[in-house]
C-alpha cells in the first residue's frame, strides 16, 4: 500500500522567530523542522504500510528555500522518498493556494492509496487544506480520524467527535485528516537517520507542477490578512487556598463558569 | 575541527526526546527504588541504534564516528539522573569496548551483538575492595582447569551489577605480578558460584544499582578470554579511555544545563529589590563556569577528532576526563549555594545533581589518578 503524507516545515514552536509587519505573516527565512502535527500523520503512515506489509509512504510538502529540514525527519522515521515544491512564486499562498500545489504534488508523487494530512498546521491554523485538496482531486475526505485502516478498496476510519468517535469509510482513495496525539510518533532511529542521508527528495517549481504562478502566491491569493495583533496576556489564574473546604470553593467556580 | 551534520542535530533530537521521555519522568522513582529497569529500557534504546554507535555493523552496531557517541554522551548527561546516564554508559563505553575491539567472533555474536541490542545488561567488574586506583593491586584470581578458568574473589563497586547478564571481568590468570598476567574474561552471571553479595547505598547515582560481587569456584570456558591471555590489563587500560572520554561527554552536557537552569532561576529569584542575577557576583562566577565549558567542550572535540581519525587519544581522554569532572562538581556546587534553601532540599534539582556529579572526580579513575597519568606523561615525576 503506497501512502502520501503532506507534511509542512515550520519556524521551531519553541523559537518561533518573528512576524513580518509588511507580509502579516510568519518570517520563514529560518531553519525549519517537521510540524510536530504532522509526526502522527507520518506514524500512522508508516504504520499502514507496516501492517500492509508492502508499499511505501511518500512525503509532499511545499517550503520556501529548497528547505529539508523537516523532510529529512521524516525519512528518518521511515518514510521512503519526498516530494519538495519549492518556488520564491508562492510566498504569500493561502489555503486554496496552498491546496492546489499539494493536490499537483500529490499526483507527482505516484499512485496513493491513502493521502493523509494533519487537521491543521500549527503554525498557520486554516485547517482548511486537507479538504480543498479533497475537493481539487475529486476524492472522498474524512477528518479528525483518530485511527485509520484499509481493508480491500475501503478505508475505514474512527473519527474523533466530542462524546467519543464516529465509524466512517470511503472508497479509497481518499483523503484523511489525522487529529494530534492519536498515536506515538517513533524517533528517528540511527539507522534511520543514516538512510534518511540518501533518500531521494524530488524537488519541483511552481511551472514543473504545469500550475500558472498567478494561480498561488501573493498573485493567486483570494485571501488577505488585513491585521496583526500581539495575542493578550493571559491574565493571572485565582488561587484557591485548601483550609479543608478547598475543594467546595473549586466545585462552586467551576458551577459559576457552568462547566459543572 | 569536528564537523556537524544535519544527521547529528538529527541524531541529538532523537537521544533528547528519548531523555525526555523514557527516562526524566521516571527517574523519580528510580532514585527512589535505588536502581532502575535497565532491560526495559536497553532494549528500547538498542531498538533505536543508541547502544553501540560506533561498533562494526557486523554485530548489530552502527558504524559511525566518534562524534555521534559525543552527542550520545553529552544529552545522556543532561538526563535527570545521572545514576541511570551512568550505567548506559557502562553498556556503551566501559563493559563491552574491549570486547569489540579484542572478542573472538564467537565472543562478539554470543555477547556483543544482545549487548548492542539491548538484549543482554553488561557490567565491568575491575575494582575490589582493595584495589580500585591501582588496578595492578587487584586479587580475584582465574585459574585454569582443562578448558575452564576457574574464578575466586570478589570486585566492588560494580554499577548494574544486581541486574547484569555478563560481567567483564578482569582477573589475575598467572602469577606474575603488577602489570602482567591479568585476563579480560567474560563471566555470565548464571554461572554457579556467583552471587551478588551487597547492593551498595550510595551518597548519589542512586538511579544506578551498584554491587559488590562474589566469585566462588565460578567456572567459565577459556575461551570467554578477551583477547590475549595475559594482556588484561593492557586491554583494559585501553577500554579506559573510552569510560574517561564518555564521562566527560556526559559532564559536559550536564554542566551545559545545571548552568542553563542557575541562570533561569537566579533571573526569577528576587532579593534585594532585583533578580539574583543583577549581582554582578553570580554573573561572573557563572560566566567562568561558561568559559571553562567552552574549553571542555573544545577539548572534547579534539579528542573526538584524533578518534576519528582512529589516533591514540590517551592524554587527551585523561585531561577531558579530569577537567570535565571538576568542572560538574564546581558547577553542582554553585547550583546549591545559587539556589540557597531550594538548593539543598530535593524538591528541586541541584541536590541531587550537588550529589551525582561527585562522582565523576572518583569513578572512572580519580582526578589523582588522572594527574599521575599527566604527571609522567609530561615528565613531572621526582626520581
Ligand atoms: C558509584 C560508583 C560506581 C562505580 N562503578 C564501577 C564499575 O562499574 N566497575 C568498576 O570496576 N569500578 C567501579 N567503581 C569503582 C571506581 O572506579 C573506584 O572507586 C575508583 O577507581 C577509586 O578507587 P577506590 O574507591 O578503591 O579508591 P582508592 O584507590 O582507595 O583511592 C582513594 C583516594 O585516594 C586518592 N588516590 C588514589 N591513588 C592516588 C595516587 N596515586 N596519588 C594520589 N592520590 C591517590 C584519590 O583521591 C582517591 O579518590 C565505581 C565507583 C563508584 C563510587
Not at chain 1, 506489509?53 to 528547505?67: C, H, Q, Y
Not at chain 1, 484523511?176 to 528517528?188: I, K, L
Not at chain 2, 569513578?363 to 621526582?382: H, K, P, W
Amino acid at each position: 500500500m503506497n501512502v502520501v503524507v503532506c507534511v509542512k516545515q515550520i519556524p521551531d514552536p519553541a523559537d518561533p522567530g518573528a512576524l513580518d509587519p509588511n507580509t502579516k505573516t510568519l518570517k520563514r527565512d529560518v531553519k525549519l523542522i517537521l510540524d510536530e502535527s504532522d509526526s502522527y500523520g507520518v506514524e500512522m503512515a508508516l504504520q499502514l504500510v507496516d501492517t500492509a506489509g508492502g508499499g511505501e509512504v511518500t512525503l509532499v510538502s511545499m517550503a520556501p528555500n529548497s528547505e529539508v529540514g523537516g523532510l529529512r525527519t521524516a525519512l528518518a522515521m521511515g518514510a521512503a522518498k519526498a516530494v519538495l515544491v519549492s518556488d520564491e512564486a508562492l510566498a504569500g499562498s493561502d489555503a486554496l493556494g496552498t491546496s492546489k500545489v499539494l493536490a499537483k504534488a500529490i499526483e507527482r508523487a505516484g499512485e496513493a492509496d491513502l493521502i493523509i494530512t494533519a487537521t491543521e498546521s500549527s503554525d498557520g491554523y486554516t485547517g482548511t487544506v486537507p479538504e480543498q485538496i479533497a475537493e481539487l482531486m475529486g476524492l472522498p475526505s474524512i477528518t479528525f480520524a483518530k485511527s485509520i485502516a484499509v481493508e480491500g478498496g475501503t478505508v475505514k476510519v474512527q473519527r474523533q467527535t466530542e462524546a467519543g468517535y464516529d465509524d466512517v469509510e470511503a472508497p479509497t482513495p481518499a483523503v484523511v485528516s489525522v487529529t494530534a496525539g492519536v498515536v506515538e510518533p517513533r524517533y528517528p532511529s540511527f539507522k534511520g537517520i543514516m538512510a534518511a542521508k540518501s533518500k531521494p527528495v524530488d524537488e519541483v517549481t511552481v511551472a514543473d507542477l504545469g500550475i500558472d504562478a498567478s494561480q498561488v502566491g501573493w498573485a493567486g491569493a483570494g485571501q488577505e490578512i488585513l491585521e496583526i495583533a500581539a495575542a493578550e496576556e493571559r491574565e493571572a489564574g485565582t488561587i484557591v487556598e485548601d483550609d479543608g473546604e478547598g475543594f467546595q470553593k473549586i466545585v462552586d467556580y467551576l458551577a459559576e463558569l457552568k462547566v459543572i | 575541527m569536528l564537523e556537524f551534520t544535519e544527521g547529528h542535530e538529527m541524531f541529538r533530537n532523537t537521544v533528547r526526546e528519548f531523555v525526555g521521555k523514557e527516562i526524566d519522568p521516571h527517574a523519580d522513582a528510580w532514585e527512589e527504588s535505588g536502581s532502575f529497569p535497565a532491560r526495559e529500557l536497553f532494549s528500547k534504546m538498542g531498538q533505536l541504534g543508541l547502544l553501540g554507535l560506533t561498533y562494526d555493523e557486523r554485530w548489530g552496531g552502527g558504524g559511525s564516528d566518534t562524534t555521534y557517541k559525543m552527542i550520545l554522551g553529552e544529552e545522556l548527561g543532561r538526563c535527570a539522573s545521572l545514576g541511570v546516564a551512568m550505567a548506559i554508559s557502562v553498556q556503551t563505553d566501559m563493559a563491552t569496548p574491549a570486547l569489540h575491539r579484542y572478542g573472538s567472533d564467537e565472543l562478539r555474536e554470543k555477547y556483543l551483538r544482545p549487548a548492542i541490542a539491548g538484549e543482554m545488561v553488561t557490567s565491568i567488574a575491575v575494582s575490589e575492595p582493595d584495589a580500585g586506583s591501582d588496578v595492578a593491586g587487584i586479587r580475584t584470581r582465574a585459574v585454569q582447569d582443562g578448558d575452564e578458568w576457574v574464578i575466586n574473589g570478589t570486585k566492588m563497586w560494580i554499577t548494574s551489577g544486581t541486574q547484569s547478564d555478563w560481567l567483564c571481568l578482569l582477573a589475575r590468570t598467572s602469577d606474575e605480578g603488577g602489570y602482567r598476567g591479568m585476563s579480560q574474561i567474560i563471566v555470565p552471571t548464571d554461572t554457579p558460584g556467583f552471587s551478588v553479595s551487597r547492593k551498595l547505598d550510595k551518597l548519589g547515582m542512586r538511579g544506578s544499582d551498584t554491587a559488590e560481587l562474589s566469585f566462588d569456584d565460578c567456572r567459565v570456558p577459556v575461551s570467554n578470554t578477551i583477547g590475549e591471555p595475559g594482556r588484561g590489563f593492557q586491554q583494559q587500560m585501553a577500554q579506559f579511555q573510552d569510560e574517561r572520554m564518555i564521562a566527560a561527554y556526559q559532564m559536559v552536557g550536564a554542566t551545559e544545563l545545571a548552568l542553563q537552569r542557575t541562570v533561569e532561576y537566579l533571573k526569577e529569584r528576587v532579593a534585594f529589590g532585583s533578580p539574583l542575577l543583577a549581582n554582578q557576583h553570580l554573573q561572573y562566577s557563572l560566566a567562568e563556569v561558561a568559559a571553562e565549558l567552552d574549553l571542555n567542550r573544545h577539548h572534547n572535540w579534539v579528542t573526538v577528532a584524533k578518534a576519528n581519525r582512529g589516533e591514540d587519544f590517551t592524554r587527551e581522554a585523561t585531561v577531558a576526563k579530569l577537567c570535565a569532572a571538576r568542572l560538574g562538581r564546581r558547577m553542582a556546587d554553585l547550583a546549591v549555594q545559587y539556589h540557597g534553601g531550594m538548593g539543598y532540599v530535593e524538591e528541586l534539582w541541584p541536590a541531587r545533581f550537588f550529589r551525582d556529579a561527585r562522582l565523576w572526580s572518583i569513578g572512572g579513575g580519580a582526578d589523582e589518578v588522572m594527574l599521575r597519568t599527566l604527571a609522567r606523561m609530561n615528565g613531572i615525576i621526582g626520581d
